[in-house]
């Protein structure tokens, strides 16, 4: 493959764009003569292989390793495994001869080595390096001539879920070492029975004696001389980073900048400074981002010296969360979580904006997780967010990611099959590498045929699948749900399951943001992508499916095409004024400056560097969420965050003032790139060469399958079918089309539609993992939806808020993981509105805040929406329970020690219908609000936030309804029902 787009390659130079995933190393090169070459191996560095047989007692052969490069392996460890994964044998290899695949080693082989032993290589470099020597055609003993290196790596977001980052210590002003313990009170894993409290990246904490206030005047100097014994202290204890956060430090770092200077002076070399790095109000926020930094700092520059040492004097850029490249000595912590998947954003929205397509969706299914994104012809970004734990205030591109990919394990958990979210990883593997893994999503694409085995890499063993999963089969059958299965059914299952996983995801950046699917295209990627992106796009409605030629290793080849990015912001917290605005214009200059500067030292030329986009965080005053609002062309921008604030919560504030948080820039470097090629479209239905059985959804179809590199722009190719590429497979699902496009994208149509699926009622270990998956993701979708439009702080970040669905009777089906004091009583709270209300109308809304009938206290309002059929039966309800900040009380937030009597807590709402079969009733509910002994201080705050959950609770309604629709109301109401039996038989 030549002429591809291409990045900035001097001549005579390779370049090499690398994404190292979980699970897989990605490697694309571009040839100094344009000609564009990929390889995929395992991002541990170990190559795996079968040996097919021992011509001597020092020797083994594998055909597979035939056409490697020339003595590529010499050097490298070898160890032999039996077909369970037990080691038999380990050595060095000292000699590989190519043409025939046999590996020299330097000790004798066992006697009774069993046939099909299984070996591993593993050398001494990192898996982009093995990656790069591998298309280079260089063996270890030689060096790498100077190459242009771009790469994109899961590095740091390994370390920081493993908890494998460097021995921290988080440095604070005294009175705060806890901060981040005590964060926002919002707290993961709410259901588990032993609560376990997050264990904190940093391993020790010391308070300065020092204190500036909110407007950055020093009330207390810190003593030098104590902070030095202090820090020395630390040097003791073998701490190996440093994370600088002091109180107020956004508007003042002096003190901050005192605290390193004396670091320095006793030896710290790894140190992160909050003012520096996130020079933005909220200690907590800013504090997490400066810990993470300075934890994954250390285990960063390590990774980097490794590829540095290995690859010289080359140009090596490393590709950041924002979507942009920078040179690897000013690569960050806080930067580095997102780098593959932004790699993967930048590679799906270029292609499919080349394909003609404005608004996609991509769909990046790797080994260990599935990553999604929208594009809509602008990159969403995410200035605060939440990794790992942990809170990072840096641009990043938004990318929702779940744990269903490839190597994610398939098991019965004794009511209902499961698929993730635990993975095998690289190392054993699914069960199919043949190294004792366990059964995973990989294992089921191959024994239905959605994986040619001869076309993949190495070999894989179908059979100890087949034996695995007959296993399973006989321990479904022996428990008490006795389901009779076969190893097909399974399998078939287990992909079901896979899928509605990932369509969750989807959802979850589309339809819970206001976004419907199905104006958008698919676009697949990944090793494992085009195995599902058939079944996943018709499940959401989308009809188009994207597959670019390099759809296996879109990843890094949007490293490829990323441009050198520089981000600026500057924390301004001053009314919104045209004169406010003209005194930016020295702020915005700055920050341009700076971000200029950046990027020339990069290498881009001055004429490469486009116009710098502004904006703004504006916010109403007194409302602690701002919104990011880009510079409007006509420069009104409380126009546009108007616009922007009506479109996402509703409604607006006319009369209240705006403030200016944050001022923001993004400047980019462009990097000359050559058009990809096209091809002249001439239609034609290719003839396969080959075929094989396949399964759909358990049903065997006769299947083509067809060489990507075979097929020609214009090819037709109907489903079912199979396309094999180098990286990946793309399935073609019986009723879609495909069609070849110009410049060799597949794409493939949906001709028949989503299918209404109504079917069995009694119930089914596949189906009830399926509906348990749809219904949580409805509720978990109606909590985004408050979150999103909600105007209090305790929705927005405390997440004190539940969300749930009901049956006809009021009993609870199911909830998101919100609060569990809320989700235990509000079934008590939907029964008295039914009882209380037995004529229940369509178009109904009801709002109770009462605790003699299911409430908790009265900040906590419950709002319930009934869903009727057609026929104006009812179905189920939906409700949403908020802990407002204010309704009412002798005190403000309505939460007080020490009140004698109900009404001196707040307002009680008892069973107030705030809707009346579709008319408004919030005047009413106004007058109810400010009446009273003790009326609300903020009632267009309990408004708004009232109304936040009715668009909750419709979410909701709309999303069972399609359910509905789609699967018929029997099988919904009978899975109601199959979900609560399981839920009872687990406990």
Not at 552 to 559: E, N
């Amino acid at each position: 493959m030549s002429d591809m787009e291409i990045g900035n390659s001097k001549a005579g130079e390779w370049e090499f764009w690398i994404d190292v995933g979980g699970t897989f190393t990605d490697c694309l090169a571009r040839t100094p003569e344009g000609e564009i070459l990929t390889h995929k191996l395992l991002s541990s560095g170990l190559t795996p292989g079968v040996v097919a047989e021992t011509p001597s007692p020092i020797q083994i052969v594998d055909p597979l390793r035939r056409g490697d490069p020339s003595d590529l392996w010499r050097n490298f460890a070898c160890r032999l495994f039996d077909v369970e994964g037990n080691p038999l044998y380990a050595g060095r290899v000292v000699q590989f001869d190519a043409a025939s695949g046999t590996l020299t080693l330097d000790k004798v082989l066992p006697v009774d080595l069993p046939k099909q032993a299984r070996y591993e290589l593993k050398g001494e470099e990192e898996a982009p390096v093995i990656a790069i020597r591998y298309l280079l055609k260089l063996p270890m003993s030689e060096s790498i001539p100077p190459i242009q290196v771009r790469l994109g790596t899961t590095r740091g977001t390994n370390a920081l879920l493993t908890r494998r980052g460097a021995r921290t210590a988080f440095i604070t002003t005294r009175g705060f070492k806890d901060v981040l313990l005590i964060a926002t009170q919002d707290r993961p894993k709410l259901f588990d029975l032993a609560i376990k409290k997050p264990e904190p990246i940093f391993a020790e904490t010391v308070e300065i004696d020092e204190r500036i206030d909110a407007e950055g005047n020093v009330l207390c100097v810190p003593d030098q001389h104590r902070i030095r014994e202090q820090l020395l202290a630390l040097k003791e204890l073998g701490i190996e980073s440093l994370a600088i956060c002091l109180l107020h430090a956004f508007c003042n770092g002096e003190h901050e900048e005192l605290v390193e200077r004396i670091a320095r002076e006793v030896g710290f070399d790894e140190i992160s400074v909050s003012s520096r790095l996130a020079p933005l109000i909220k200690l907590v926020s800013r504090g997490d981002t400066t810990v993470v930094d300075a934890y994954l700092n250390p285990v960063l520059r390590s990774y980097v010296r490794g590829i540095r040492r290995s690859v010289g004097d080359s140009s090596l850029k490393l590709m950041t969360s924002a979507g942009g490249l920078i040179d690897a000595e000013h690569f960050v912590g806080k930067d580095s979580i997102l780098s593959g998947p932004a790699g993967g954003v930048i590679g799906f929205s270029r292609v499919a904006e080349r394909a003609g397509f404005a608004r996609s969706i991509g769909f990046d299914m790797g080994g260990t997780s599935t990553d999604v994104a929208r594009f809509d012809g602008t990159y969403e970004r995410e200035f605060e967010t939440k990794k790992a734990g942990v809170r990072i205030v840096a641009p990043m591109l938004a990318v929702e990611t779940v744990a269903a990919g490839g190597g994610s394990l398939c098991k019965f958990d004794g009511v209902k099959l499961v698929v993730g979210p635990e993975s095998a990883g690289a190392n054993p593997g699914p069960a199919c590498y043949g190294r004792g893994g366990p059964l995973t999503v990989t294992d089921m694409n191959l024994f239905a045929g959605k994986i040619p085995q001869e076309d993949f890499p190495f070999p894989l063993d179908r059979e100890i699948v087949r034996q695995k999963l007959q296993g399973l089969c006989d321990e479904i059958a022996d428990s008490p749900l006795g389901a009779k299965y076969t190893p097909r059914e399974l399998a078939a299952g287990f992909l079901q399951i896979a899928n509605a996983n990932m369509v969750r995801a989807i959802r979850n950046i589309s339809v819970a943001k206001g976004y419907d699917p199905r104006d958008y295209t698919l676009v697949t990627f990944g090793g494992a992508g085009g195995q599902h992106a058939c079944a996943v796009a018709r499940t959401l409605g989308i009809s188009r499916v994207l597959a670019h030629p390099l759809s296996g290793v879109l990843s890094a080849y949007g490293i490829g095409l990323a441009d050198i990015r520089q981000f600026g912001e500057q924390m301004v917290l001053q009314p919104y004024s045209t004169e406010q605005l003209q005194s930016l214009e020295t702020v915005f200059a700055g920050l341009e400056g700076s971000a200029r500067e950046k990027i020339l030292a990069e290498g881009v030329a001055a004429e490469n560097i486009e116009p710098a986009n502004r904006s703004l965080d504006l916010r109403y005053q007194g409302v602690e969420t701002a919104l990011n609002i880009p510079l409007p062309d006509d420069g009104d921008y409380s126009k546009a965050f108007e616009a922007q604030h009506r479109r996402i919560y509703g409604y607006v504030h006319p009369n209240r003032p705006l403030e200016i948080v944050t001022v923001r820039i993004e400047v980019v470097g462009t990097l000359p790139r050559r058009e990809p090629a096209c091809e002249t479209r001439v239609e034609r239905r290719p003839v396969a060469k080959r075929h094989s059985e396949v399964d759909f959804a358990g049903v065997s179809e006769l299947t083509p399958i067809f060489k990507r590199a075979e097929l020609h722009a214009g090819d037709l190719i109907e489903g079912p079918a199979i396309i094999c590429e180098p990286t990946s497979t793309v399935v073609v699902d019986p009723g879609f089309q495909g069609q070849v496009l110009e410049r060799g994208e597949l794409l493939l149509t949906d001709l028949a539609g989503e299918q209404r699926e109504e079917g069995e009622t009694a119930v089914d270990p596949v189906r009830l993992e399926v509906f348990n998956n749809l219904f949580a993701s409805i509720a978990e979708q109606m909590g985004t939806t408050l979150q999103r439009t909600s105007c209090s702080t305790n929705v927005k970040e405390r997440l004190d808020f539940s969300c749930a669905i009901f049956t006809a009777t009021g009993d609870l089906v199911v909830n998101a993981p919100h609060i569990p004091v809320h989700l235990g009583a509000m079934s008590v709270t939907v029964k008295r509105i039914l009882q209380d209300n037995p004529d229940l109308a369509p178009g109904d809304v009801f709002v109770t805040n009462d605790p003699y009938r299911g409430g908790s206290h009265l900040p906590d309002v419950t709002v319930i929406t009934p869903v009727h059929s057609a026929a104006g039966e009812l179905l189920f309800l939906t409700a949403s329970r908020a802990h407002h900040a204010e309704i009412g009380g002798i005190v403000p937030g309505s939460m007080p020690p020490f009140s004698k009597r109900l009404s001196e807590e707040g307002v009680l709402i008892r069973n107030f219908k705030l809707v009346d079969r579709g008319r408004s009733r919030e005047t009413e509910l106004e007058q109810l609000l400010t009446s009273g002994p003790y009326p609300t201080r903020r009632p267009a705050d309990n408004l708004a936030d009232v109304s936040a959950q009715v668009a909750a609770n419709h979410t909701g309604v709309s999303q069972l309804l399609s359910l509905v629709e789609r699967y018929g109301w029997p099988t919904v109401r009978a899975y109601m029902g199959h979900i609560q039996n399981a839920a009872a038989t687990k406990m």
